[in-house]
């Protein structure tokens, strides 16, 4: 299913939370007090202030007063964790962006559960390319370290980049892809053994 722009409304908050309780999932109250007290390993500040951007985003007198300051604040983060992600494109629940360092996601929307590993570059393909545009990623994707996917291509639900993998076509949904460029390398319900 396409996320696209979200009419729903929901608040920060609820992002926030949703965000944590994927990068936290089943690690009980000692991973919660480690994602909190030190938070190595993750982005979650990062992935706080992006949220409250982009809710102040949604009204005009939020964009222009408080608005400000948390897009420098939001700005701060970003260089902080080497992570830029446009402000402007609709992002699911479940945001996880692992570590930072080298990260820039340019979509037209990103859907649920989103998982993010370092040095990942997901936007637009050269102005001379067939698919001139930028990519649309569903609900529970995973992109691992170094992957990089350009152009206007869409990441079906379930589907996993592999790290170092080159996307420029869409990638069916529930499948493993990875190499230069990226060609399918497990197909769910196939046999694997």
């Known amino acids: ?21 994927k990068i936290c999932a089943g690690g009980g109250i000692i991973t919660f007090l480690k994602t909190i007290l030190i938070p190595r390993g993750n982005a979650l500040v990062y992935q706080v202030w992006f949220r409250l951007l982009q809710s102040c985003k949604k009204s005009k007198l939020k964009k222009y007063t408080m608005g400000i300051i948390v897009y420098l604040i939001e ?18 629940k479940g ?8 990260i820039f996601l340019n979509c037209q929307s990103i859907g649920d ?7 990942v570059m ?29 152009g206007k291509v869409t990441l079906h639900s379930g589907c996993v980049i ?15 892809v990875g190499g230069l460029p990226a060609k399918i390398i497990i197909r769910e319900g196939d046999n694997h053994e």
Request: with cysteine.
């Open 1 to 21: 299913m396409v996320n696209k722009l979200r009419s729903e409304n929901i608040s920060a908050a609820e992002y926030i939370k949703s965000d944590f309780t």
């Open 75 to 92: 700005r701060h983060y970003e260089y902080k964790y080497g992570i830029h992600a446009n402000t402007n494109m609709s992002v699911g």
């Open 95 to 102: 945001l996880n962006i692992v570590h930072g360092d080298g």
């Open 113 to 119: 559960d989103f998982t993010c590993y370092p040095g």
């Open 122 to 150: 997901v936007g637009a393909a050269g102005a001379d390319s067939k698919r001139n545009g930028i990519p649309i990623i569903e609900d529970n994707v995973t992109i691992y370290t170094g992957a990089v996917v350009t």
């Open 162 to 176: 592999a790290a170092n993998a080159y996307v420029n076509k869409d990638v069916p949904a529930d499948t493993l």
